[in-house]
């Protein structure tokens, strides 16, 4: 069974950094794109980076500068790297990754709580 478990979430005062892991586990023969969401309350889930297994990247507007996404191809994982946090940051940041089993699948994490406080 494919999955993928995040860890890194947590409490941190506005202005302060957070690191978010994420590892796809099970029989994977290829990943594509893999990226983190976020979803605050009350609102939709919403872009916050991409990147392809060239490193291609891509951010949302609101991050860019503070935010930076990295991937190991050899370890099937992805990090985002968040400083600068400010309030409006916080949310539930949810894993992503398109990848091959038997067939092309989005699969997403179970999701981690960022909390930023002013």
């Known amino acids: 069974q494919v999955q993928l478990v995040e860890s890194g979430g947590g409490l941190v005062q506005a202005g302060g950094s957070l690191r978010l892991s994420c590892a796809a586990s099970?029989?994977?023969?290829?990943?594509?794109?893999m990226g983190w969401y976020r979803q605050a309350p009350g609102k939709q889930r919403e872009l916050v980076a991409v990147i392809t297994p060239g490193g291609s990247t891509n951010y949302a507007d609101s991050v860019k500068g503070r935010f930076t996404i990295s991937r190991d191809n050899n370890k099937n994982t992805v990090t985002l790297q968040m400083n600068s946090l400010k309030p409006e940051d916080t949310a539930v940041y949810y894993c992503?990754?398109?990848?091959?089993?038997?067939?092309?699948?989005?699969?997403w994490g179970q999701g981690t709580l960022v909390t930023v406080s002013s």
């Open positions: 992503n990754a398109h990848l091959f089993v038997r067939q092309w699948l989005e699969v």
């Open positions: 099970g029989t994977i023969f290829s990943i594509n794109t």
